[in-house]
């Protein structure tokens, strides 16, 4: 087929050409849309000039430097209600990712379980994984939080069921407390080691009792960590040898045992030498003392984001993986490989493919919905530096225009970041 | 990127521009209908009937207002309004006047451009504890956990007294009035502190008020009055005058029952006179008609009588008068001389 376009006839520009001639449609419609858009903005503009909130107290960030005044639940770095509106941000942001990691962790192993089982041949556990789908991600997560939270706080005890001699609860295994306030855990830490050398022995001499001294744990920390790492690579090496060895004489040697012991002994020996103990939590006054707390408020928003986004990973993942051919499959089988080594090691890695772009959107929306955390009370970003704050100043332009920064940015990290792992996992193309 | 940062605040601060022009009065004869910012629900101060009737301490203010400038106590439209949102729906116009127990503060008056007109309730704020949990005194709250209204003043003196006091404490923000309900009730939060007598009106609404106790400590001023945005005086003096007009009514015996012989002919008292119109000309002098007390008056009675009717002995919330008596009753309820 030709198309019969023709070569221009030099018979000069007319201005209706503007609109019926091919060549120059585009440009006018172009024109058009841009000086609509100039307008456009230009009335928001000039309806913010003209905003009286605006013309009565103009943009001043200066009030992040004052003192916040409010006391904030859940203070990842140190806080007092002397410090300043600009430190209640940052811990409300600091709080925001705590829960939006969390989240997104989570409802990424739930999302890839569920989806998988959808695809299961039990009938059982397939018809169940849709039905937790479909309850979950047509139910806003709004009320998902909400309902996560009311749960929490009438079904589990307070503080006061624990007291007395014959208390109507106890602790899990005396260690770790389940309250409608949220759950107390024991805290770990360290009674030597680097970083500050503990305080002189009690007076009377008696230093057999050496669990009351805690030293400053960060640096500890590190060389935790440290290990860890070390573990890892050592792991990694052995698996290499085991591989080049398989490769050699096609026998796999037996490693798991080797693997163990380089994740334990070390970090077993680490710890001791360290001085670690448990700092268990102990009902005194109205709350639990001591150990850590995850507040109800962090442990329904976390739920509630990982089981609703995880509704939605699940259908991604089954999507991605329908979308392997099944000769890939049979092709795999034809071969010998058992399901799940033919899942793990054939259809997954193809899938991750397809499955990796949209779930880059469910981390950002799990980002975004962290936002409704004052539902429940979390005092995550919006609810320090776009709620207490902004009520409390007034400074309300300033404020959301920090919320917006702060989301833009965290979310474009997320993008990036995740469109990098995209581009490691994508089709090379030789 | 950074087209959608402008965008999304321009068209943030494009919806908070809407109305706010000077001339409220002006605005409010146009429409008809008075637009009052009130609590989402708080019973004895703004709350919706069994029939959707807005009733309490603070509609009754609200409809006093509307019945001065417009003579029709039912021309309002009941904005309800959080702690966070009542400011903007002020500043922005949505709502002419705020009157959901907001505490006359120097920021709010200097910084947030507000005139609080008046003081209408006098208050403080106190802690409601379980009578289980043993305390007596808000001094043995130390490592508590405390439920709070967001976005208060209680926000901020609550910490305050903490730390004056040098114990610990762990808040539980929350939005509303129902979220604290649950939380308290289920023992998750040991202590709730907001104003007494808000206090006062939820606890009558638990379901065995008798099981909770107020501590005896105030720990706060909390003046509660009326609100208007800065610079436009006229309109600020309309509220703050009709609202004089219910006090003076109170400690000059005009009630909701003699209002109407009181205003037909000039009686004995010239200070009464004035207020109810026949004579002098104060009304006009607000831009209104001459009758605007007398309406004021007749919606819902004085002062006393509509303390009476949403808060007083009465009432399941029964609140003594306290310092919200006339000033010649020991109080602090002070009209200036209408002439």
Redesign the interface.
Do not use: D, K
């Given at each position: 087929m030709t198309t019969m376009t023709g070569p221009p006839r030099a018979d000069g520009f007319r201005i209706g050409k503007l609109l019926t001639d091919t060549r120059y449609r585009s440009y006018t419609f172009q024109a058009i849309a841009v000086v609509l858009l100039i307008v456009f903005?230009g009335?928001?503009?000039s309806?913010?000039i003209?905003?009286?909130?605006?013309q009565?107290?103009g943009i001043d960030f200066g009030f992040l430097s004052e003192p916040a005044?409010?006391?904030?639940?859940q203070q990842p770095i140190p806080y007092?209600?002397?410090s300043s509106h600009l430190r209640a941000a940052v811990i409300g942001a600091i709080n925001t990712l705590i829960v939006a990691l969390l989240a997104c962790v989570t409802a990424t192993v739930l999302g890839v379980i569920a989806g998988i089982l959808r695809l299961s041949n039990n009938w059982v556990i397939r018809k169940l994984m849709s039905v937790y789908v479909e309850i979950f991600r047509n139910i806003p997560v709004l009320i998902w939080i909400l309902i996560f939270m009311?749960l929490s706080?009438?079904v589990f005890p307070?503080?006061?069921a624990f007291r007395g001699d014959d208390p109507d609860a106890t602790p899990v295994l005396g260690l770790m407390a389940v309250t409608?306030?949220g759950i107390y855990f024991p805290r770990p830490y360290f009674t030597n080691g680097i970083g500050q050398v503990p305080d002189a022995p009690a007076a009377d001499g008696d230093d057999t009792a050496p669990e009351a001294q805690e030293v400053a744990s960060s640096a500890n920390w590190l060389i935790v960590l440290a290990v860890l790492a070390g573990s890892f690579f050592a792991v990694r090496a052995v698996n290499n040898w085991a591989t080049v060895r398989q490769n050699a004489t096609g026998l796999r040697p037996t490693t798991w045992w080797m693997t163990l012991a380089l994740w334990v002994v070390p970090l077993a020996l680490t710890l001791f030498l360290l001085g670690l103990r448990w700092d268990v939590p102990e009902l005194?006054?109205?709350?639990f003392?001591g150990g850590i707390l995850a507040r109800?408020?962090l442990i329904a928003l976390w739920f509630a984001l990982s089981v609703y986004t995880g509704a939605f990973i699940a259908e991604n993942v089954r999507a991605g993986i329908l979308a392997i051919s099944s000769g890939q499959t049979e092709a795999a089988a034809a071969l010998g490989l058992r399901p799940r080594r033919i899942m793990g090691l054939v259809v997954l890695p193809q899938a991750l493919r397809i499955i990796i772009p949209p779930l880059i959107s469910q981390y950002l929306n799990i980002t975004k919905n962290t936002s409704l955390a004052?539902?429940v009370?979390y005092?995550d970003l919006t609810?320090t530096l776009g709620?207490?704050t902004?009520?409390?100043?007034?400074r309300?332009?300033e404020c959301?225009?920090l919320l917006?920064?702060f989301y833009?940015t965290f979310s474009?990290v997320i993008s990036a970041v995740m469109n990098a792992y995209n581009a490691s996992v994508a089709l090379k193309e030789r | 990127m950074k087209t959608s940062v402008l965008f999304g605040t321009l068209a943030f601060a494009g919806l908070a521009a809407a109305g706010a022009s000077a001339a409220t009065l002006d605005d409010v004869k146009a429409r008809g209908k008075l637009n009052c910012g009130v609590n989402t629900g708080l019973a004895g101060f703004a709350e919706p009937d069994a029939s959707g009737e807005w009733r309490g301490f603070d509609v009754a203010i609200c409809r006093a207002v509307a019945a001065a400038i417009l003579g029709d106590p039912s021309a309002v439209n009941f904005v309800s309004t959080t702690g966070k949102t009542r400011f903007t729906s002020l500043a922005s116009g949505e709502i002419d006047v705020l009157a959901r127990n907001t505490t006359w503060t120097f920021s709010r008056d200097a910084d947030l451009k507000f005139d609080f007109v008046g003081v209408n309730y006098y208050d403080g704020q106190g802690f409601i504890v379980p009578k289980s949990l043993g305390v007596t005194s808000a001094t043995e709250l130390d490592g508590a956990t405390v439920c709070i209204q967001t976005g208060t003043t209680t926000e901020l003196n609550l910490a305050d007294y903490f730390r004056v006091n040098d114990m610990s404490l762990e808040p539980v923000p929350i939005e509303t009035e129902a979220e604290a309900r649950t939380q308290f009730l289920a023992g998750a939060c040991d202590a709730y502190t907001t104003d007494r007598s808000g206090l006062a009106a939820v606890r009558v609404a638990y379901p065995n008020p008798d099981d909770y106790v107020i501590l005896p400590e105030t720990i706060s001023k909390e003046p509660l009055g009326p609100l208007v945005r800065h610079g436009d005086t006229e309109w600020g003096d309309i509220i703050r005058w009709t609202y004089y007009a219910l006090v003076a009514a109170e400690e000059y015996g005009i009630t909701k029952d003699n209002v109407e012989e009181l205003a037909a002919a000039p009686g004995d008292n010239p200070e009464v006179n004035r207020i109810l119109g026949t004579e002098g000309e104060l009304g006009a002098m607000l831009g209104l008609d001459s009758d605007w007390a007398k309406n004021a008056i007749a919606v819902n009675g004085n002062y006393g009588e509509i303390f009476a009717d949403n808060l007083g002995e009465n009432t399941q919330i029964d609140l003594a008068r306290g310092l919200n008596a006339l000033y010649t009753e020991g109080g602090l309820q002070y009209a200036p001389p209408f002439r």
């Open positions: 903005f009335w928001l503009v309806n913010a003209r905003n009286p909130v605006l009565q107290s005044g409010y006391e904030i639940s007092t209600p002397q009311t706080v009438n307070p503080p006061s409608n306030r005194r006054g109205f709350n003392q109800n408020s004052i539902v009370g005092m609810a709620g207490i902004l009520n409390q100043t007034g309300a332009l959301i225009l917006m920064a833009l474009l | -």
